[in-house]
């Protein structure tokens, strides 16, 4: 096959509005993955924190193989392991890919959380706790607005490594902005919705980037 | 037990793996009286302070605070601690300042005051700010109240830290080498108030290595090393010991 740079052979409107619905759906996929991961990394990361051996292994073990097996292989796993050998049918590729990433991404956060969490001075939590306050209220109120200033530069990283990672979701036929765009370049036998479609990426971390970076100045009302 | 009496420590023993840091230590504090412990660096000066605080564990001995006791021992003579409300009433019936002020860096100095005084006691919010613009004047701090810890010197955030700890009427104030990690001119601010708590007969434990202000102010000194209780009586009586390690302590600071 012969792939053309040729622009005039496209017809563009019919691209960029099939690459903007493969937009749209990256961004549910990052949308969801984020609110659902977030506050879910932060619960795995108090179980790892826990001082019991039942509690602390099993979830070791959900880090390892989350963080050491490809998310790539994890998508496909999801996606044919209750088909092929549980014989459940009719899953939505969507919502496999959401759960993918969800428990994938929540093991990097709370990896993030925990460092985070234990950077904080022990004297945080020796003044809270001669004042009175309950463990609940010292997390809640004392230690965790501290952790979030701290590790907001590395959730952004992370975050921006998430909008590219959705394009992973096109191993299991996810319509999503990776996706389109190769069915685009089959289409007109172009690399140009390649391009356009990195474009989208683009912009779309520039935006998460700026979110960030705000976030980041709105937290510099103090120091320590 | 007398009435006036509001904390006694006795045999109590506290260790690190094979260190021993407190060996049967008694000791009693009764209301309104100052009490300055010194003695050299790990001898058990801070981790006494720790125990009565909940910040440590005692393994044995007896504890009591305001007629509250915080641990007992068994018959096998290991402390056996109250329930978690007594423990509680007892945290909250001593306050403690910190050599390294532990204020809270993303609060303002105002909320930093009022945090437990709301969150603990449930006090409501416009009478915590009441009670803490009282303090923060009363301090020399009034117009700090909308700064943020790391705006402040060591000394204003010291400050901060003993009306962060009156701010909960507490029984007794505990200091934990409350100017050692201040420059001299800095130490200054933070014994003055000490002085004036001291002159309202706030009940206070003060661990420190400011000899001379332990002199002036304390009602009687106690002077520790290796865990143990070398010596206790008034100022005078510790100041012109006879015992030798007492001496030889001592000399280091008259040089």
Do not use: W
């Not at chain 2, 004047?137 to 009034?142: R, T």
């Amino acid at each position: 096959m012969n792939y053309s740079v040729v622009l005039s052979v496209i017809n563009y409107p019919a691209l960029f509005s099939f690459l903007l619905e493969g937009t749209v759906k990256a961004l549910e996929l990052f949308f969801l993955t984020i609110v659902l991961s977030l506050p879910l990394g932060l619960l795995v990361a108090r179980l790892r924190l826990s001082k019991h051996k039942a509690i602390q292994l099993p979830v070791k073990l959900y880090l390892l193989i989350m963080r050491g097996t490809p998310l790539i292989l994890q998508l496909m796993f999801f996606m044919y392991f209750p088909s092929i050998v549980l014989h459940i049918q009719g899953i939505d590729r969507f919502m496999v890919a959401v759960f993918s990433f969800t428990i994938n991404y929540a093991a990097y956060f709370a990896e993030i959380y925990r460092g985070g969490i234990e950077s904080i001075p022990a004297g945080q939590q020796e003044a809270a706790y001669v004042l009175g306050l309950s463990s609940f209220q010292t997390f809640i109120r004392i230690t965790l607005p501290q952790v979030v200033k701290r590790i907001i530069p590395t959730i952004a990283n992370e975050s921006m490594t998430l909008v590219k990672d959705t394009a992973l979701a096109s191993v299991i036929s996810v319509a999503e902005l990776f996706k389109n765009a190769a069915r685009m370049q089959a289409t007109y036998s172009s690399v140009v919705p390649f391009a356009v479609a990195g474009l989208f990426y683009l912009i779309m971390n520039s935006v998460v980037s700026a979110f960030y970076s705000n976030v980041e100045k709105k937290l510099n009302y103090y120091k320590g | 037990m007398s009435t006036d009496e509001v904390l006694s420590v006795s045999h109590v023993s506290k260790s690190f793996g094979e260190l021993d840091v407190l060996k049967d230590m008694s000791l009693t504090v009764s209301r309104g009286e100052v009490v300055s412990v010194i003695g050299p660096s790990g001898s058990g000066k801070s981790t006494l302070l720790r125990v009565v605080n909940q910040l440590e564990r005692a393994e044995s001995g007896d504890i009591s605070v305001c007629g509250q006791v915080l641990c007992q021992n068994d018959d096998k003579g290991f402390a056996v601690y109250s329930d978690k409300e007594i423990l509680k009433n007892i945290r909250l019936s001593i306050g403690l300042v910190f050599q390294s002020f532990h204020l809270f860096p993303h609060y303002s100095i105002l909320k930093n005051i009022i945090e437990a005084p709301v969150q603990v006691l449930k006090k409501s919010r416009e009478e915590a700010e009441e009670k803490a613009r009282e303090l923060l004047n009363k301090l020399g701090l009034s117009d700090k109240e909308s700064a943020y810890p790391y705006q402040l010197s060591g000394g204003q955030q010291q400050r901060v830290a003993i009306a962060r700890a009156l701010a909960m009427n507490p029984q007794m104030i505990f200091f934990d080498e409350p100017t050692s990690a201040l420059d001299p001119e800095l130490t200054g601010e933070v014994l003055k108030v000490i002085r004036s708590l001291a002159a309202e007969h706030m009940t206070m434990v003060i661990v420190t290595h400011e000899m001379a202000f332990a002199a002036e102010l304390s009602d009687r000194i106690i002077f520790m090393d290796q865990g143990i209780i070398i010596e206790e009586g008034t100022p005078q009586e510790v100041f012109s010991s006879e015992h030798e390690r007492t001496r030889q302590f001592l000399q280091n600071y008259s040089k």
